[in-house]
């Protein structure tokens, strides 16, 4: 596959998913939905996943569904922007990577504008409602959880990339953010500040992007 092509050409390679991992399933398809789900876990589990940001349409089976599909996958699902009430954060909010004497903090976080879909979704389920925190003092929270365990800081963003563009304007301590969200194309990096943002395109693992930093 591509991805083994690459790992085997660098094997310092990260690879990461940035949210909708599920697609949307019909309502009267819900039982193929999880099917494919549960199939898209495997697959991502096999090719070697090292962390996946959860998108909104990750939450349409309800959070117990979701945290079964944690158990059976090898890699972490990240959002630090949310919480559950009583249970607290039940997903990770980072995961440290460690390359030789690199070590990589990668964080996730769903943008607060998907709350009401985030609710919808887990409420048809149960009547536990998610709880969302605040994007900038959630993430400089985070960044310095990650103090003194990390060399390279990397934020996997499920938002529009147009609103990450203006909340770098204001972050600190983060020097990659990957946004994911829509059909818009893949965007060549920029920097903002100290901090390199580029946007990747698709969903349900149709596409891959490449993003390659040198140190």
Do not use: C
């Not at 940001?53 to 079964?68: H, M, R, Y």
């Not at 909010?93 to 460690?98: G, N």
């Not at 149960?126 to 994007?135: A, K, N, Q």
Request: charged content about 20%; glycine content about 8%.
């Amino acid at each position: 596959s591509y991805i083994r092509q690459v790992r085997k050409a660098n094997p310092n390679t990260l690879v990461v998913e940035l949210g909708d991992m599920f697609g949307m399933a019909k309502s009267k398809f819900l039982v193929q939905g999880k099917l494919r789900a549960e199939a898209a876990i495997i697959a991502m589990s096999v090719i070697g996943y090292d962390a996946a940001v959860l998108g909104e349409a990750d939450f349409q089976f309800g959070a117990p569904f979701l945290l079964s599909m944690q158990k059976k996958a090898s890699f972490p699902f990240l959002v630090a922007t949310v919480t559950m009430p009583k249970a607290g954060k039940i997903f990770s909010s980072s995961v440290v990577r460690q390359f030789g004497n690199l070590r990589v903090g990668l964080i996730g976080v769903i943008d607060p504008e998907f709350k009401m879909q985030v609710r919808k979704s887990v409420e048809s389920h149960s009547r536990i409602v998610p709880l969302f925190g605040e994007l900038l003092s959630t993430i400089t929270a985070e960044v310095k959880a990650l103090e003194n365990k990390t060399d390279l800081n990397v934020v996997l963003f499920h938002m529009e990339h147009s609103k990450a563009r203006v909340l770098l304007t204001q972050l600190n301590g983060v020097d990659v953010v990957i946004t994911g969200h829509g059909l818009a194309s893949f965007t060549t990096p920029e920097k903002i500040r100290n901090t390199y943002l580029v946007r990747t395109y698709g969903y349900e693992g149709k596409t891959v992007g490449r993003l390659d930093l040198q140190f």
